[in-house]
């Protein structure tokens, strides 16, 4: 089974500034990689498909890039609604389909 | 739009069943594959299964198979997962997820439900 690790746990950040997430695959996934965020009481919502295809509607500061076993979503000039939990998960070699463990985005 | 609604959750005794249901409208149900998704409080997310477009192919995770089934409806555009034995550990939000290709059984997860609380309580 394909293994996800996400790094860090959490990323202590201020409004406007740019991180970066890391997610890393035990082997490779080619680029059948997404990015969900989740906002605390509700469901995950897409952001990145195909490791770097935005979903309808997801602002450009949301960004993916990333191929094989090395993935990383980067958001740009952080917004008070993007402090959340991020989760990769793979689509490939199923099954099973697996997410990472998360990375708490927090003020 | 989309939109997923999962219900049947609740308080459940150890041992006992449950069937959850997941009823889908403002798109061609019977084009897409429909996955359950879980997440025990305070944890991350863990894929449970998946039923493909058109019903003939299922598949579990590990830690599920042979206690859960999935199945799905196209005259009532519902997908259900029926749980038996439950233990403590299937405590969890379990939400139902639309892929975002048509046809395709494993895909990104374009559309979520907003989750129904399974409690596993004695």
């Known amino acids: 089974e394909i293994v996800m690790t996400q790094s860090p746990d959490t990323l202590s950040v201020s409004p406007g500034d740019t991180v970066t997430l890391s997610c890393r695959a035990s082997?490779?996934?080619?680029?059948?990689l997404a990015w969900y965020q989740q906002r605390p009481g509700q469901a995950p919502r897409l952001l990145i498909f195909?490791?770097?295809t935005r979903a309808t509607g997801i602002p450009a500061r949301f960004s993916g890039s990333g191929s094989g076993t090395e993935f990383t979503l980067t958001i740009s000039s952080l917004q008070s609604e993007d402090f959340a939990v991020y989760y990769c998960q793979r689509y490939n070699n199923w099954p099973p389909l697996t997410f990472g463990g998360g990375t708490k985005v927090e003020i | 739009q989309v939109q997923l609604v999962e219900s049947g959750g609740g308080v459940v005794q150890p041992g006992r069943s449950l069937r959850l249901s997941c009823a889908a409208s403002?798109?061609?149900?019977?084009?897409?594959?429909v996955h359950w998704v879980r997440q025990a409080p305070g944890k991350g997310l863990e894929w449970v299964a998946v039923i493909s477009y058109d019903g003939s192919n299922e598949f579990y995770a590990d830690s599920v198979r042979g206690r859960f089934t999935i199945s799905r409806d196209k005259i009532k555009s519902t997908v259900y997962l029926q749980i038996n034995s439950l233990s403590h550990e299937d405590t969890a939000v379990y939400y139902c997820?639309?892929?975002?290709?048509?046809?395709?059984?494993?895909?990104?997860?374009?559309?979520w439900g907003q989750g129904t609380l399974v409690t596993v309580s004695s």
């Open positions: 195909g490791a770097s």
């Open positions: 997820a639309r892929n975002l290709e048509e046809y395709q059984l494993m895909s990104s997860f374009q559309h």
């Open positions: 082997q490779s996934v080619r680029n059948a």
């Open positions: 403002g798109f061609t149900f019977s084009n897409y594959a």
